[in-house]
């Protein structure tokens, strides 16, 4: 073989062994751009979760709130009954109006607390909903790394096994989507 005839086969090598990672680099792009998505679908469940824990926070609060103040209007009435006091009509009053408020927090104790309990059950599906798309995330970007291995040393076991990462974590991402 003459010297021009070897360069010219190694020029062909080179040409081919690109044109065999093209699928890898495609792949590469693809993982890349299903990382960012995943990465924005992790912080949206994320900041749902935090934003609904403080909604869920501000019900709790309102709830505590009514209740003390439903037991410090008992106390009230408790101690009206039991002193001796020069106005006892209005004492009366006050006792009856009083009642009145405590017949309507007590309502609205039932409809907060069933309120609240709504609110933390929708923070614990964006809690776990984030949970799967953070795992996702992590195998997408373990696929992307294991997968660029490929384009250094050619062997083709490395995008396998990043493909397989990568499908791992499309499950995981379409998980996180369905869970309700």
């Known amino acids: 073989m003459e010297a021009n005839e070897v360069s010219e086969l190694k020029e062909q090598a080179e040409k081919g062994g690109e044109s065999t990672l093209r699928p890898v680099a495609f792949t590469m792009s693809v993982l890349a751009v299903l990382v960012a998505v995943t990465t924005v679908l992790g912080h949206r469940a994320e900041t749902r979760a935090v934003l609904k824990r403080a909604e869920a926070s501000d019900v709790w609060n309102e709830y505590q709130a009514k209740k003390n103040r439903a037991y410090d209007t008992h106390l009230s009435t408790e101690l009206l009954s039991v002193l001796t006091l020069a106005d006892k009509d209005r004492a009366a009053k006050d006792v009856k109006d009083w009642s009145g408020h405590q017949e309507k927090w007590a309502d609205d104790f039932k409809d907060e607390q069933k309120e609240a309990l709504a609110l933390e059950g929708d923070v614990k599906l964006a809690e776990?909903?984030?949970?799967?798309?953070?795992?996702?995330?992590?195998?997408l970007e373990?696929?992307?790394?294991?997968?660029?291995?490929t384009l250094l040393t050619r062997s083709r076991i490395y995008w396998y096994l990043g493909m397989g990462a990568s499908a791992v974590g499309v499950a995981s991402v379409v998980w996180g989507l369905l869970i309700k």
Do not use: Q
């Open 142 to 149: 373990i696929g992307l790394v294991v997968s660029s291995v």
């Open 128 to 139: 776990d909903k984030a949970k799967y798309f953070d795992l996702a995330e992590t195998l």
